[in-house]
Nanobody, 125 residues
Framework: QVQLVESGGGSVQAGGSLRLSCAAS????????MGWFRQTPGKEREGVAT???????AYADSVKGRFTISQDNAKNTLYLQMNSLKPEDTGMYYC???????????????????WGQGTPVTISA
């Protein structure tokens, strides 16, 4: 079993910043990719950012230059630094992981194997 627990969501005004964290535990592979996805009511889930163990990353076009994904392997923690937030960034943000190594661009499009419960992010204009 793999457990992913997100934290750091909240409500901020447009232009502000938030930092999401995801604590991973359980039988997660050392080669696993991890990522952040988000979903808004009425819309499909979309990939925000993904990262591989070699540091390779992929970002949605809508967040490039504003969001940064990183991981602390020693702490088994994934982060998403979100700057210059916009109202359209509002949604439930989910942490995810794969069973093994991956193509970060491919997984950004199709999703991953394990999912957290999500943390809400609300950006007001």
């Amino acid at each position: 079993q793999v457990q992913l627990v997100e934290s750091g969501g909240g409500s901020v005004q447009a232009g502000g910043s938030l930092r999401l964290s995801c604590a991973a535990s359980g039988a997660i592979s050392r080669r696993a990719c991890m990522g952040w996805f988000r979903q808004t009511p009425g819309k499909e889930r979309e990939g925000v950012a993904t990262i591989a163990t070699d540091g390779n990353t992929a970002y949605a076009d809508s967040v490039k230059g504003r969001f940064t994904i990183s991981q602390d392997n020693a702490k088994n923690t994934l982060y998403l630094q979100m700057n210059s937030l916009k109202p359209e960034d509002t949604g439930m943000y989910y942490c995810a992981a794969t069973r093994t190594s991956c193509s970060v661009a491919y997984r950004l499009r199709v999703g991953m194997d394990y999912w957290g419960q999500g943390t809400p992010v609300t950006i007001s204009a």
